[in-house]
């Protein structure tokens, strides 16, 4: 569920195929993102499911993975 949510909003946002977006994908390196990319994706994500990321977090995002961790450990908290 949160990865398909996800793997929406990085589509949408990035211009890419469902299929780049895995786990595994590097935001930057695989997806193409820069770092405004990535702020406007913070924006969605924390819109979408209701929560903030933590400056500190989001240097510590690297792929799609990191993203879906992040959001399923605050949905569970």
């Known amino acids: 569920m949160v990865l398909e ?9 990035l211009d890419v195929d469902e299929e780049q977006v895995t786990m595994e994908a590097s935001i930057t390196d695989d997806l193409g993102a820069d770092s405004l990319d990535v ?12 929560l903030e990321f ?7 995002i690297k792929t799609v993975g990191d993203i879906v961790k992040y959001i399923e450990s605050k949905i569970d908290a």
């Open 5 to 13: 949510k996800v793997r929406e909003i990085l589509c949408d946002q």
């Open 39 to 50: 702020v406007d994706l913070v924006m969605s994500i924390e819109e979408e499911f209701d």
């Open 54 to 60: 933590p400056d500190e977090e989001v240097e510590n």
